[in-house]
């Protein structure tokens, strides 16, 4: 096969998968296999080596063999279930756990599984109970909490939880290793301990805040909340944007804050404990600041 | 070796090799050839990665008559080679605790 013809079939193969950077990658082969034939090798010898054009896209983009993609296993039709929640109680290990808003007055779970690993989903009365259950208990704890040390991010299971757009629900989670990300999500009350996990909050409207962590970073934009916010981290960093707010308590030895309020309504009273590292703080509207430091920098800015 | 570990291990690889100069495709794998076999597919997705996440950047240079792409390391990308040594040192103490516990 001539260089052109292989480029041809791997355009065709990006084509069938409906993959948009075609472009960019047919460019990115061509140049390889014409500075490899610039080195020394023969065109044949440089497509041989290259693979059948299905095998780059495969690496490229995960398999298309069905069996072989993440699956999300779908709880079955459990409408009679999981309406009428009002609490969400969530446990998990390494999970990376999506919340989403949902048009459906449900709450649905979905989530890949394999032998080690799955989530139990439990109820009571009101509370809704998810909880990772781990067959080699310790074992993906200690991997996970490795491999993140050493690569930055580790979340091998991923899980969605759909919540019903129109009903307020309080959310308690508790988490190791995964992450976290909530967006657009109206709560009652969001609570979170975490060891390793960062949080992704956006655009969520609430009535209180607390979150806990020992790593794991914070990081909190567009957020309404008609109560306070109060966060305590060893060295998570908190950044946080929010629109409104009453008041926001944060005690760290070594996690940096940045706080953004802005336009809020109402007075805040914003305290800050911190041992180390610097701070922070802009806003708009009538702020109360509390700050306790040791050895840090202090940064503010308040358009009035 | 454990693919996560290994990917994270590339990426700084990837970028290390663009420390004293810039580099192209072919000249990546190449350099990075001693250390590890990285295969064109393997390079491209953390190419772009690289480059999404502001650790390098891209340009084209005419060569012999068609385009070469060179790529060149940002401040952000040396950021995260720093971060790399420093989670490895980490690491480390990890491995000599493990080692040392095994010898008693």
Redesign the interface.
Known sequence: MKRNEYLETLRRELESRNIE?IE??L??????I???V??GESEEEVIVS??SAK??VD??FGSSDKEKQIKYKETEVLDDIYTGVRKIDLQVNTYHIEFIADDTDAVRVEFDEDEYTSLKITRNNDVLKIEQEDSVKGFDQLFTS??K????K?SSHRAKIFLPENEILDMHISDVNGDLDIHNIVAGEIFIETINGDMEIERCRCGKMKIKSVNGDADMKDIVLEGSFRGESVNGDFDIDMLKCEDIDIHTVNGDVDILVDGSRRDADIRIHKIMKDTNISGEGRIRLHIDTVSGDIDWDFSR | MDIQLKRGSLDVCVLASLLNEDSYGYKIIQSLSPVMDISESTLYPILRRLESNGCLTSYSVEHNGRLRKFYSITDDGREKIREYLLDFKELMKIYEYIAEEIKK
């Open positions: 950077e960019d990658i460019s990115y082969f061509e140049e390889m014409s500075d490899r610039e080195n290259l693979g095998k780059i690496s490229l490795l491999s040390l050493f690569v930055g580790v």
